[in-house]
Structures are given as C-alpha cells and as structure tokens.
C-alpha cells in the first residue's frame, strides 16, 4: 500500500507544529513549514535545531538522522508554499476566525485533491470548513503535546469529511508510529471532552474551599494512580487554553458543569495563566518553570495536639477490615480485629497471614515482621472487647442501617475519648455521628482498596467533628505511612466526586455512539497517561458499585449533569456488573 501524503506542509510552528513538523519528517517525509513572518520562521528553525539536538543527546535518533532530517525540512514565511503539500496541517493560535482565514486562503492556493488539516483542540472543525469550497477534504488531525512522546491522535471527521480522507489520515498517523482514534466534530472530542469536565470540576472544588490544591491533586494521584493532579495540570496546559476549551463545550453542550469555573476567569483576568507566566493555582519559579515555591503556613500551623493512640479496634471480616488491620499492625499497633463472631475473626486473621506471607514471599517483609505484625492482632467475636481501644475503625458492609446501629453499639461501649472512624465511601458520616451520643469524636477514614499498597487516606471530618480528633487521624495517618488529605463531610469526598462523573461522561459518550469503548480507553490512556481506560476501571470498580455512587452524588447536588447515565442504568439492571460477572462494558468471560 502507498503511504499516505508524501509531502506534508505545517502552517504555524509553535511548540505543538514545530513537534508536529520534526514527527513527520522523521517518518520520511518532506515538510514545508511556513510561519507568519521571517523572525517567526527563523525561530521556528531555531527551535526545531534545538529539540533534535536533544533528542541526539538522549539518543532518540543519531546525529545522521538528526542531519537527515532537517535537510527534510523548509521553513519560509509564504503561505503559497503549502501548494506543494499533499496534506497541510494547520497549528495557529486557537482563534476561530483566524483559521477560517487561512483555511480560505489554503482553499484558493491548494490543488484540489489536496486534504486541509486543521489541530484545533476545542474549536469546530465543521465551521473551519465551511471556509472552504472543499469541506469533504477537511478534517481535524488533533496531535497531543509533546508530540515526539505522545502517541495519541484524534481524527476528527466532520458530517461532510468524506470516508477515505478519514482513512488515508488514520493511515497516515499509524505510519507516524501514532494511534489514530476516530472522533466526531463535537467540542472537546474524546480526550479533553472528558478531561476539561473534570479538570474543571476540580477548578471548583477548590474554589469552594472544600480541600486545598495540595489535597485535591495529591487524592487524584495517589487514590487513581494519574500522573498529574487536575489543578498543577491545569498549570501545565494554561490557565486560559483551558478556560477556551471550557467556553466551547459549554456553548455546545449547554450543561453547567462545562461553565467554566469563576475562578478560572478571575485568573485568566489576573494574567495568572499557569506554569507559562509563573502562576497559576501554584507558583513557580519562573515563567516556564516546573518547580513549584512551597506554600507558606498551611492548615497544620493553627492545629491543635492530637489525643494519644495506642490500641486500636477495626470492626468488620472482609477485605477492606482485613488491609486496614494489615496496615495498623505492619506500623506497630497493637489491633483489635472485631467480627460478628470468633469465626469470622479467626478467618479474616487467617487472610491477613495470607497476605503477609505474600508480602514475604515478594521481599517486602522479613519472617520476623510477618510474626511481628501477626502477633500484634488479636481476633474477637466480641465487640465489648473494644472497650479501651483509643480508635476504633468501622469496615462493615456499605449500608448505612448497619453502620448506624454498630456506631450506637459502639457509643455503649467504648471509653469516654475514643475515637470513632467510618471507612464509608459514599455514605454521609454525620449519619453515622448523629447514631452516638459523642458526635465530636466521629471522623471519615477512607482508605483506598488495597489498603495495604494504596497510600491515601481521605480525612472527612463533619460539621460536628472536633479540631483535636482530626488532628489526631492526620497523625495517625502518617505514622502508617499513608498519606491523608482533608476534606469535608459531602459526597464523594475528594476523589469519588472528580472521578465518577468522568466515567459518567464516558458512558454518556458511548452511548450517544460518538466512539467506541475500546476508543475511548485508548484515547484517555493514550492522551492523559491514565492506567486504564474509564470502562476498564468502570469493569473492574463494578457497575452497580459505580452507579450507587453516580446516584449519590446526583441526590446530594441535584445537578442535572450527574444524573447517571441511561445506559449504566440498564447494564446493571441486565446483571452485566463488570468483571465480577465476566460481563460489563467488556465480555471478560470469553477473554
């Protein structure tokens, strides 16, 4: 088969054309770059000199290639140049008009046959077109920076592109050693429709002063395994990039959780746009710098002393109760395992010695830590034996009668200062408080399943909660070697109310047919650098465990963009739960 467009010319070489520029010449190709005027074009060289100095450096390519590869590349100032393209690709600055303009211009200057390109992120590529009297032969060709590392790229046809221009594009960025998804012309297309909703959703999570941007960013890495937290992410793309992607889903969408956040006006306003001027939600350095300044006081300066915990009591058998224990006892606490009965506490310490042993087997652990650790946990079918424990961790079943009435249990039992702490994930703990007569001394500890491997602790501290038990779980979090973030009593916390109406969004754009599953995993692992994909987690989390939460956050905000997705609904209505019945949003029983 013949490769694709032999001749490629790229119209604007900013970082992202001129990344655009050197990943086609490197496949071979001739590329005729032209820029807005001689100094632009001159830097424009300069710069791609520069990167693949660096890229001989690091040894991506040898200096012969590197030689090879400029002689590949003109960089000139005059638009007609692009005549001699098969392909044009345009990267100019987000600004609809302009690209109108110039897509005009490439329409009069370019043979027929030749295919316009436009990298636009958020803008519509059906309006870029209609510049044209060829809009069968246009397409959006969205590369992802940095281009050399990146290996997604969206294809973006619009109503009109015709079929095998869509193909010889897709063709062409396999032939690039990119991954071509396949996109409608719908502001956002698949990666930063999902993205911008959640990054924007974080963007107003701080603004409302519900956790600090230290605790929001560090809860999405560490609780989901992202490279980034949404708000130094934010930092890194631009403050006003983001707000103009926001501002073009929002005029197409119409759903509120696109407005973009007040805060990201007042700082676009402000001219605080990110790591590019040196401030954004943090500061920097420098402009362009990547090094953060550390904040100054902090929420730990006015705290007060913690009470003192020596002996702690988790009540529950499962999973969950049994890595909590796990954790307590690995740092050197003494822990009451309270079940049902004496059986189910014997056989949930019969798994903890399990998972220690594997941990030993890995050489994670010594013999004598595994004994150590074992030693150190006491099974009861008792909960009167909790009766001196200085905190008390509640990991049963997920259901708020039954929390209530172990709280109530616990409330009879317990010694005048213990601290009482939830493990729920999306249930209110002032529930679960308001079940005691000692309200002040109830506190959310989310741990993250496994809570032996996962280092994040969600800290929900009530309305009611008083100063010194917070403090007192912040301390004990980090003697465990867990990392805690505070947040307040609302649903989701930190991480479940980011993450699931992304994976929301994710079933609503599969349902309305505009990618495919396998599509849209690729593409968010591909261009955000996700561990999985948003159906592949919704597999494995479970789709009635995701659907109660989508409910729970839809009752508790009454916000009509977090009602659960239709589709969700009738999968788990079908039994299909995801890979715990070998069927979800993927067949897992034929794999």
Do not use: W
């Amino acid at each position: 088969m013949e490769r694709p467009f032999s001749t490629v010319a790229v119209i604007g070489l900013g970082t992202m054309g001129a990344g655009v520029a050197v990943a086609v010449a490197r496949s071979g190709r001739r590329v005729i770059g032209v820029e807005a005027n001689g100094d632009s074009a001159a830097r424009a060289l300069a710069r791609i000199a520069e990167t693949t100095a660096h890229d001989v450096e690091r040894g991506r390519i040898t200096a012969e290639e590197r030689g090879a590869l400029l002689a590949r590349i003109t960089v000139g100032d005059r638009l007609d140049a692009a005549a001699a393209a098969d392909l044009v690709i345009e990267e100019v600055p987000e600004q609809l008009e302009l690209k109108r303009e110039i897509f005009a211009e490439l329409d009069r200057i370019c043979p027929p046959e030749t295919v316009l390109a436009t990298g636009t992120t958020a803008l519509s590529v059906t309006r870029i077109a209609a510049a044209t009297a060829r809009p069968e032969r246009v397409l959006g060709l969205h590369f992802f920076n940095p281009v050399p590392v990146m290996k997604l790229v969206e294809v973006v046809r619009t109503v009109l592109t015709a079929p095998p221009v869509a193909e010889a594009a897709a063709a062409f960025a396999r032939d690039l050693g990119k991954e071509p998804v396949a996109a409608g012309d719908r502001a956002g297309f698949v990666v930063n429709g999902l993205l911008f909703a959640y990054l924007n959703q974080a963007a107003a999570m701080f603004e409302s002063k519900y956790a600090t941007r230290e605790d929001i960013d560090a809860a999405m890495r560490l609780g989901c395994g992202l490279p980034m937290g949404p708000l130094a992410l934010l930092d890194l793309i631009g403050i006003d990039t983001a707000r103009t992607v926001l501002e073009a889903m929002y005029e197409q969408s119409k759903d509120r959780l696109h407005a973009p956040a007040p805060i990201l006006g007042q700082l676009v306003s402000a001219g605080l746009l990110g790591r590019k001027t040196g401030r954004g939600f943090y500061t920097y350095e420098a402009p362009g710098s990547a090094k953060v300044v550390p904040g100054t006081g902090g929420a730990a300066a006015g705290r007060p002393a913690g009470r003192e915990v020596r002996s702690i009591g988790v009540c529950g058998s499962g999973t969950m109760a049994t890595g909590i224990v796990e954790v307590f006892a690995k740092a050197g606490y003494g822990v009451l395992l309270a079940a049902r009965s004496q059986e189910k506490a014997d056989r949930a310490k019969a798994q903890l010695a399990k998972s220690l042993e594997r941990s030993v087997a890995k050489g994670r652990l010594t013999g004598e830590q595994r004994d150590a650790a074992l030693a150190l946990v006491t099974p009861t079918g008792a909960y009167t034996d909790l009766a001196e424990a200085d905190l008390v961790v509640e990991a049963v079943a997920e259901d708020l009668a039954v929390k209530r009435e172990l709280f109530a249990t616990l409330d009879k039992i317990c010694r005048p200062g213990a601290v009482l702490a939830t493990t729920t994930s999306s249930l209110p703990v002032i529930s679960c408080a308001a079940a005691t007569s000692r309200p002040q001394d109830v506190i959310g500890m989310h741990f993250f399943n496994p809570a032996p491997a996962m280092k994040l602790v969600e800290v929900v501290s009530t309305v009611l909660t008083a100063p010194d038990v917070t403090a007192t779980v912040l301390d004990l979090c980090t003697k465990v070697r867990k990392h805690p973030v505070e947040c307040g009593d609302r649903a989701g916390f930190i991480v479940n109310a980011l993450l699931f109406p992304y994976l929301n969004d994710a079933v609503r754009m599969l349902q309305e047919h505009y990618a495919t599953v396998d599509d849209i995993d690729t593409a968010m692992k591909l261009g955000c650098g996700y561990p999985m994909g948003p159906f592949e987690l919704l597999d494995v989390v479970g789709l009635d465990v995701s659907l109660t939460i989508e409910q729970v956050l839809h009752q508790e905000f009454r916000e009509p963009g977090l009602a659960a997705a239709p589709l969700l609904e009738h999968l788990v209505a079908a039994g299909c739960l995801g890979r715990k019945t070998g069927r979800g949003f993927r067949d897992h029983a034929r794999r």
